[in-house]
C-alpha cells in the first residue's frame, strides 16, 4: 500500500421476440450516433461527515476531504456502513502512514458482517492493504469458513509508495475480482453474496494511521437505486470492471441509447452469451422497464424502449459474463 514517512460491433437477419416481451429486436451493423450513457455512480463518503457509517469516534474523523482511522487499537476496528450492498463495483482510495517500527496493514471489506457490532468489529471477504498483501482476499475473522485467502504477491509492484492507491473490487453473484491502480490482483468465487462495507484500523502497540477518500460504488445487476444527491459520474479509470465488459470498451463499441432505442454491440455479446437481461429504474429505486432477450454471439442489437418521459434513469444491461451500468440522461 502506500507508505508515507511521516506520521501524519455487418448487416445481419431480422430478429423478433415474443409480443409478450413488448419490444422489436432489429439486427444490424450500423452503430447508431449516439452518446453512450456516462457511468454513474454513488458516494458513500460525501468528504465532509460520515452520515450512513458506524464506527468508534474515538478512532474515526473526518479531516480535509479525508476519512481518518488513526489509533493504538487493541483489536481490527472498522468504520462500516450501515446498509449491505450484494452486486457492485466499489472503488476505494487508500493510503497509509509508517509507524515508526515499519509496520503497515489496512484493509476494505465487503460482503461483510459482524464479530461485535457493538465494537464495531467485521468479519468476512477484505481487500488486504498494505504489509505487501496489497490487492490479495483474506477472509478477515476466519469468515466465510469456506473461504482461502488468495494472495497475489505480484501485484504490490503496482504500489504507489509515496501517495494514494486505488483499490477496485467488482463483484457479480460469486465471481469476485480484486485490482489495484488498474491492474489485477486477485479473483475467486464468493459463497456470501451480500453484506456491509467497512474500511480497517488494523490493531497495533503503536499508533497507525490511514486515509480514504474518493469512495465510490456502482450497482450490478440493478442490485440498489441511487438516491438523486448522491449519485455522480465518473471517467473510465473508474470503471475497468472485473474480467466483465469494461465501462470504457462498452463506451468505445457505441452502446447506448438514442430516443428510445438502446444498441448494444456485437462486442457485448462476444462471450457467447444466449440471453441478456435489460432493466430502466428511477432515481427512487422504481424498476420502469425490465426485459429478457434472447441473443446472438457477435450480432448486434437494437431494442425498443418504453417511452420514459422526463428524468433521468438507470440502465442495467447483464449477460453471460458481461454487465454494464449507466445513466440515460434526462428527456429533453
Not at 506520521?7 to 423478433?16: C, E, N, Y
Not at 474523523?61 to 466499489?90: E, I, P, W
Not at 490493531?203 to 449519485?231: C, E, G, H, Q, Y
Request: proline letters at 5%.
Amino acid at each position: 500500500m502506500l507508505i508515507q514517512n511521516n506520521p501524519k460491433s455487418s448487416r445481419k437477419r431480422l430478429r423478433f421476440v415474443p409480443a409478450a416481451f413488448a419490444l422489436v429486436l432489429v439486427v444490424t451493423g450500423l452503430a447508431m450516433g449516439s452518446s453512450p450513457p456516462k457511468p454513474v455512480w454513488m458516494k458513500l463518503f460525501d468528504g465532509k461527515d460520515l452520515s450512513g457509517w458506524g464506527y468508534q469516534a474515538d478512532y474515526w474523523h473526518v479531516d480535509s476531504g479525508m476519512l481518518q482511522g488513526q489509533g493504538k487499537a487493541t483489536y481490527n476496528t472498522f468504520c462500516h456502513t450501515n446498509r449491505k450492498y450484494s452486486d457492485f463495483v466499489l472503488s476505494v482510495k487508500a493510503r497509509l502512514w509508517q509507524t515508526p517500527a515499519g509496520y503497515t496493514n489496512s484493509g476494505l471489506q465487503y460482503r461483510s458482517d459482524f464479530l461485535d457490532s457493538t465494537a464495531h468489529r467485521m468479519k468476512g471477504y477484505q481487500v488486504d492493504i498494505g504489509d505487501g498483501l496489497d490487492g490479495s482476499m483474506y477472509p478477515e475473522g476466519a469468515y466465510p469458513t469456506d473461504a482461502n485467502m488468495v494472495l497475489n504477491d505480484p501485484c504490490r509492484k503496482f504500489i504507489n509508495a509515496n501517495g494514494w492507491n486505488q483499490f477496485l473490487v467488482t463483484a457479480n453473484g460469486g465471481r469476485v475480482r480484486h485490482e489495484l491502480n488498474g491492474n489485477f490482483c486477485a479473483e475467486y468465487t464468493a459463497s456470501v453474496l451480500n453484506g456491509y462495507i467497512g474500511l480497517q484500523l488494523h490493531a497495533t502497540d503503536l499508533v497507525m494511521k490511514v486515509d480514504f477518500k474518493d469512495v465510490f460504488i456502482r450497482p450490478l445487476n440493478n442490485s440498489f437505486a441511487i438516491p438523486d444527491s448522491a449519485a455522480v459520474t465518473l471517467d473510465d479509470s473508474y470503471s475497468a470492471t472485473a474480467g466483465l465488459v469494461p465501462q470504457t470498451l462498452a463506451a468505445n463499441a457505441a452502446i447506448g441509447v438514442t430516443g428510445n432505442t438502446l444498441f448494444i454491440p456485437a462486442s457485448f455479446l462476444a462471450g457467447g452469451s444466449s440471453a441478456i437481461k435489460v432493466s430502466l429504474r428511477d432515481f427512487q429505486g422504481r424498476t420502469v422497464f425490465s426485459r429478457p432477450v434472447r441473443a446472438d454471439a457477435g450480432v448486434p442489437m437494437e431494442i425498443s424502449l418504453p417511452a420514459l418521459g422526463a428524468g433521468s434513469h438507470i440502465l442495467s444491461v447483464t449477460g453471460d459474463g458481461n454487465a454494464f451500468s449507466g445513466i440515460v440522461p434526462r428527456a429533453r
